[in-house]
């Protein structure tokens, strides 16, 4: 392990602080976000089940690049950024990024094949890459394993890319199945067994670190959303007020994520004597944030663009939907952090999943002025609480176990 391929290795206590070069791959995943979030807008006209099969397929995009994102971290949060090969793999995933943002708009359609062929480079090549150069490491294993997984996943993508259309959604569903599966079990093959990510050994303050700019990042998409639609729409002191309201809607959630919890998440990973589990936690945490944000961005283009149709229903999904979503994933994230639950963040949660029987017949305006008064309400209530109060400490329940019990590390 003291040869040339160790040196690829990230020490477990290395600087937490994100590489230029990631922040330029993140590039990337902004003009993807704003893709997938198109995907969603779509969706505002459809109801029944062209409503839910919709949502299945922009859904099920969005999970096809979050794995290819979070995959990224948690090589970065491994290995050096700044070697050679490390620098290629991250620049090769973020060409292929790019190619199935520009193809997802119709990824489900006449550009299936492209945005597979992008995705499969990545899932299939990369691992491969990195075996390579682990040679003679025992880490290669683990490369070995993503390579064969995704090998056994790639005729259900294939299949679906280039046979009937209708066949399209239920294969690709099975395959990205297959990949998020295969990441849960650690990748067993026969004989050598699986590679639980809990496990791993990794730079705990990077992985939360990169968790956090992919929030910032879901942000900076709303936000894009929001100039978008009211610089191209005709002018109105109503939709100004939409504008103002939708902007400072954004502005909460991001208030309401940092407070605390957010903030402390590298930290709580630092302290961590198992960060790889802690960060497992945060991962599927932050896909819900990231998801809810994006629904959320959704929701301010359907209000400032009508701020008072309230012919169709399907406002609701996005407008209150989104918010109800970040809240129960911030709550969760509250847990992992201090091992329990804010009450006002549960009491807001509540006062959402009620508001569509109120609001389902009344303005889109009245409802977003809604959601942003509830999450006002929840950001004052844990400034109160916190008020003069000194910033605790992480006490994350997750990562801890008694003496003497540890799995396999890699």
Known sequence: MAGRESRLLRPERSSGRATFLELFFDLAFVFALTRVSQRFADLDDDSGWDLVAGFGRALLLFLALWLIWSHTAWITSRYKPERAIIQAVVIGTMFASLVMAVTLPRALEERALPFVTAYMSVMMIRPLVLAVALRGH???????????????????????????????????????????????????LPRIGAA??????????HLAERHQQIFLIALGESILSIGAVFSGVAYSAQRAVAFAVAFTTSALLWRIYFHRAGLLLPPALERSPRPARLGTASERTHVLIVLSVLISAVGYEVVIADPYDPA?????LFVVGGPVL???????????????????????????????????????????????GVLAIVALFDALRSRHQPLEDPASPIGWEPPGIRGSEA
Do not use: C, N, Q
Not at 312 to 316: D, H, S, V
């Open 312 to 316: 169709r229903a399907t406002w609701l």
């Open 326 to 372: 970040f809240l129960i994933a911030r709550l969760r994230l509250e847990y992992e952090i201090f091992g329990r639950v804010s009450r006002s963040h549960v009491i807001g949660l509540v006062a959402l999943l009620l508001a569509p029987t109120v609001l389902a017949r009344r303005e889109p305006m009245l409802g977003l002025s809604a959601v942003a």
């Open 196 to 205: 639980k990510v809990g496990d791993w050994r990794i730079a705990g303050t």
């Open 138 to 188: 025992p880490r290669r294993l683990v490369a070995l394993r993503l390579a064969a997984w995704a090998t056994a996943a790639a005729p259900l993508w294939l299949v679906g890319a280039l046979g009937p259309s209708h066949l399209r959604l239920p294969l690709w569903a099975a395959a990205l199945g297959v990949d998020y599966l295969a990441w849960v079990l650690g990748w067993p």
